[in-house]
């Protein structure tokens, strides 16, 4: 049954999530065909299908409803996370009881986790129980093509809102943090006298506390590939059971010399302190994942009426999806489970290895094979790539395996000693310095590669083949090193696909209550604005390129925060060959002044600024903007920044109608976007660069409906993400947008739809 238990909790994890018209009903006309053929197998599947879709739904409902947006409640439950970011505190909240102030609102009684802010924060610990008055929004965030999907992290970790703690009234502690043995651990740790990394090191390879490991830090591991070693996985839990049924079975050996390999309670030792082990971690996701495998694991190989390895892959599968639908969603989990298929696939019906010699050429060649697998698989998870990854890990894999792990755990033990603990510590130290200080050479010489988007679905098909090549038994060894040698030059002959010339892509990136316009042809790459920065002093630019892209030209239309927040980030870690902005304005960076008159072509396409004049004296910031016009061929794209509406008219003396796509000036506020430039330009599609449910109404309602009477074809980055636009193309290829609204095809405007204020 272990196949179709996993296959049946997978089908309810998908039936949740999709959850068609008519699956309550459908469900129980099944159930009742399976009773009435008394097929009790089949009863037992349905019950695994509607338990997983049935947690599926409960995870969706508990979302907070668009009608609490700006709505003040008072949030009471127990603080999961606590963490420090200079005056910001961002905090994991396990909700016990909502309610909002005003008793006309709607209920929020379904939310089990919150994702809170909060500025100046008082003294807080996890385990405690704080009531906070919050205001709250549903899940979201960016939607770029390539980039990390905030939004979808919020939902695999059953986060169901996010949002800010209001200062008046102040938060308010109900009960001090409850007895726990992690806490208990992590507070011991702290009071010894120990180097700050070392204490971090232990934290989080002995008791999954990975949160207290810098950003610094967690950069170096994704770069070196070694990320999986920091986390309470299978490798700890396994190593920690292994152990003590090591040890168990000696003492048994001891004990009753001629029937010790009959004894159970050694198997049940292990087990239990695997559970006790991952219960002492937090039972987060890693740990409980590997605590079902770590059992499954033993119960194999202890051969009493035991499954056989690939029942039991499927039986653990089905487990974890099942105890944890939502996992079904992180890449963790197929990581390991994609990684658990090839080793057995490695060592399944192979002779076990004899001697060190053999034991060591073993693990060798099962590290070897499981490199170019794991390459693959993280690379369609997270689109990087570690090149230092497969060397190193043969390094760092013995390295925590053999001598960090069981120190720092040995250290844990000897604590009664405080000689025998601190000097199993110090070694743990020493030894993790020099893998530190390995991790940092290996980066230095293959850095993190992040492909582009074209090239990662080839080039992971490519790494797979080559494991299966290596790991399938049976296969000639003349067809393994001949696709190899096929394989290999394929994949470092694979480039990023050049643009099409003749052809201009412009990409309204999705960058919130801000703008970000990229504009790319063959031999061309331009930026208009910068994006936001927001209080916290996180700019949204940071997530869409990785660093060291080049960019010829950079304009910022002004110096608003929500223009300009993006420079600086710009300036240090890309390469800029020139910024323009506009005259007595302040970008933190020398530029260029951009005013009207200035032009420029490259591969074909014409660049003209339309605004400012040389003379800005008298203008606001706003009206200051520069204002830049794209020509191909006879299409046109026209970037207004914020200018107000006399502005436009007198720029409009410059240029005539119909425009291919306008960037809806001020984020679509009704001080621009005026009458006279609407009906003069006639845009056949306007985009709108403006933040899910921002607090400034944007695009206004007069805008959207100025627009629509005009017959334009309405985006924005808020419902759409970012949107892509192709000039030089047919119209068919010309809009793309990140995020697809279901909608969209169904509307009265037929290929779009119609953007409504949010008021």
Excluded at 33 to 53: D, E, F, P, Q, Y
Excluded at 241 to 266: D, E, Y
């Amino acid at each position: 049954m272990a196949l179709p238990a996993a296959v049946a909790a997978m089908a309810g994890v998908g039936l949740g999530w999709w959850a068609p018209a008519g699956l309550v009903e459908l469900w129980c006309l099944a159930l009742l065909l399976l009773l009435a053929r008394s097929s009790w197998k089949g009863v037992g599947l349905a019950l695994i299908v509607a338990l997983a879709a049935g947690q599926v739904l409960l995870a969706k409902g508990a979302e907070l409803p668009l009608g609490l947006l700006r709505v003040d409640l008072v949030v009471e439950g127990h603080l999961e996370t606590v963490e420090e970011e200079d005056r910001l505190t961002r905090l994991l909240v396990r909700v016990d009881d909502c309610r909002p102030l005003a008793a006309e609102s709607l209920p929020c009684d379904r939310l089990r986790r919150v994702r809170l802010s909060h500025y100046q924060a008082p003294d807080m610990s996890p385990g405690e129980r704080w009531a906070l008055t919050v205001r709250l929004r549903p899940p979201g965030g960016f939607a770029n093509p390539g980039t990390f999907d905030y939004r979808a992290w919020l939902w695999r970790e059953g986060i169901q809102a996010t949002g800010y703690v209001r200062s008046d009234p102040a938060a308010e502690r109900l009960q001090p943090a409850g007895a726990s043995p992690r806490r208990q651990a992590l507070a011991h740790l702290e009071a010894q006298q120990l180097p700050p990394l070392t204490t971090r090191w232990l934290a989080a390879l002995t008791l999954g506390a990975g949160e207290r490991l810098t950003r610094d830090e967690w950069e170096l591991l994704n770069a070196s590939g070694t990320t999986h070693l920091m986390v309470i996985s299978g490798l700890h839990v396994g190593l920690v059971a292994t152990f003590v049924l090591l040890m168990a079975r000696g003492l048994a050996r001891l004990v009753a010399p001629g029937s010790w390999r009959l004894a159970v309670w050694p198997w049940w030792l292990a087990g239990m302190v695997a559970i006790g082990y991952a219960w002492l971690a937090g039972l987060q996701p890693p740990a409980m994942r590997a605590m079902i495998m770590t059992l499954i694991g033993l119960w194999v190989a202890s051969g009493r009426h035991a499954p056989g390895p690939w029942q039991a892959w499927w039986l653990a599968l089905g487990l974890v999806v099942l105890v944890d639908p939502l996992s079904a969603w992180r890449p963790g989990l197929w990581l390991s489970f994609v990684a658990v298929a090839l080793l057995i696939l490695i060592w399944q019906g192979r002779a076990r290895p004899a001697g060190a010699r053999g034991w060591g050429w073993a693990l060798l060649r099962t590290q070897l094979l499981l490199a170019p697998l794991m390459a693959a698989a993280v690379l369609l998870a997270f689109a990087r790539l570690a090149p230092a990854a497969p060397l190193v890990n043969l390094v760092a894999v013995p390295v925590v395996s053999s001598l960090l792990v069981p120190l720092g755990l040995l250290g844990w033990l000897l604590t009664p000693v405080p000689a025998l603990s601190q000097l199993c510590w110090w070694l743990f130290e020493r030894i993790a310095l020099a893998l530190i200080t390995l991790l940092e050479l290996a980066v230095a010489w293959l850095p993190l590669w992040w492909p582009s988007p074209a090239m990662v679905v080839p080039l992971a098909f490519m790494l797979g083949l080559i494991a299966l090549l290596w790991a399938l038994p049976g296969l000639a060894a003349t067809l393994r090193i001949g696709g190899s040698l096929l394989l290999v030059p394929a994949m470092l002959g694979l480039t990023e696909p050049s643009q099409e010339p003749g052809t201009l892509r412009i990409r309204v990136q999705d960058v919130g209550q801000g703008q970000l316009v990229e504009l790319r042809s063959a031999n061309y790459r331009m930026l208009y604005d910068a994006g936001p920065r927001f209080a916290s002093g996180y700019a949204p630019l940071a997530a869409l390129w990785p660093p060291g892209q080049g960019f010829d030209r950079v304009m910022v239309s002004h110096d608003d925060t929500d223009h300009a927040g993006g420079v600086s980030r710009l300036a240090n870690e890309h390469r800029v060959a020139e910024f323009l902005a506009p005259p007595r304005e302040s970008i933190g960076v020398p530029f260029t002044p951009c005013v009207r008159g200035q032009h420029w072509q490259r591969d074909g396409v014409t660049y003209r600024v339309l605004w400012p004049p040389e003379g800005t004296e008298g203008l606001s910031s706003n009206d200051r903007s520069c204002v830049l016009e794209v020509t191909l061929g006879r299409q046109r794209l026209l970037l207004t920044g914020d200018v107000g509406r006399e502005v436009e008219r007198t720029f409009l003396r410059d240029v005539a109608g119909p425009v291919t796509a306008l960037v809806a000036g001020h984020h679509g506020s009704h001080t621009s976007s005026g009458p006279q430039l609407v009906q003069t330009l006639a845009p056949h599609h306007v985009i709108y660069s403006a933040g899910r449910h921002n607090a400034f109404g944007h695009p206004h309602d007069d805008v959207v409906r100025r627009f629509r009477r005009a017959g334009s074809c309405q985006w924005s980055t808020a419902l759409d993400g970012a949107v892509t636009l192709w000039l030089g193309k047919t119209e068919e290829s010309r809009f793309q947008s990140a995020r697809i609204m279901p909608w969209r095809r169904s509307g009265v405007e037929g290929g779009c739809h119609a953007v409504e204020s949010p008021h």
